[in-house]
């Protein structure tokens, strides 16, 4: 299943679902392939003679009789629940990410089961689109987004003042870098080396791919209090993604962080 679906981040990043396959009636088939039952279908079921199935009796008099059973999704729960993680493999994501190089070498941490391709300074010149925190950003911390925590040992104590100053710095830094970078290029220099003066702050692109139980753990992980706040707004962003392509399993992802 294809989308156009593009999330905004940062100052000019961006995830976009490119794409998804499998569904969650795929993980059940999956699940049950031991006894060859296949998917039975999303509940609650109701017994034959019930009334709501009646087509004689007027809609408004179609009440329920019986006691409704549940259907597949208990099975999805049970699956989830104890850890039987094979079935959410048989379904997935694809998404184009413009974000931070820092956030990229985050990123890409999680190696399996997850594939990359990523712009290339070797071929390419990297656009002169740079990532500049907010001022508030800057006051949240690290870390644990306290004040101060991931600090230098002595450091000052941060101010918006000391940090305002340091934000333009940077921004001249930022300047300087890319006029370094493209007059190495104009005198010949091979891009690959070229490419030494760029920053950690330039924005990159890649496609990334993995299932959904990748995903999730993902997620788990770079959304988590104690994760960079830059990779938290992309892994919230893919949580999105994944709530609107497998809104059962999500469910039961999310009610299981909030234990």
């Known amino acids: 299943m294809s989308s156009s679906m593009r999330i905004p981040l940062l100052d000019h990043g961006y995830l976009e679902l490119i794409d998804s396959w499998g569904s969650e009636e795929r993980i059940i088939e999956a699940a049950r392939m031991s006894t060859d039952k296949g998917f039975l279908g999303w509940g609650p079921h109701h017994e034959a003679n019930c009334s709501v199935h009646d087509p004689i009796v007027p809609s408004w008099l179609r009440l329920c009789t019986c006691t409704p059973k549940p259907g597949d999704e208990r099975l999805l729960r049970y ?32 190696r399996v089961p997850f594939g990359y391709n990523e712009l290339s ?21 690290g870390g644990h987004l306290t004040k101060q925590a991931g600090t230098i040992k002595d450091a000052d104590q941060l101010t918006e003042e000391t940090a305002h100053t340091w934000l333009v710095e940077l921004e001249e830094f930022y300047d300087r870098a890319e006029e370094l970078y493209q007059m190495g290029l104009r005198r010949g220099l091979p891009k690959e080396l070229a490419r030494l003066v760029v920053p950690v702050g330039r924005y990159s692109r890649m496609r990334a791919t993995g299932n959904l139980r990748g995903w999730l753990g993902f997620v788990r992980l770079r959304a988590a209090p104690t994760a960079q706040w830059e990779i938290r707004q992309f892994a919230e962003a893919v949580g999105r993604c994944v709530g609107e392509r497998f809104p059962r399993t999500w469910a039961l992802f999310t009610e299981g962080r909030a234990k």
């Open 79 to 110: 699956l989830w629940e104890n850890e039987h993680a094979t079935p959410f493999e048989m379904a997935g994501l694809t998404f184009e990410v413009q974000a931070p190089i820092f956030v990229f070498r985050e990123w890409h941490r999680h």
């Open 121 to 141: 300074a070797r071929y390419t010149p990297i656009p002169d689109v740079n990532y500049i925190p907010t001022l508030e950003r800057c006051m949240l911390g």
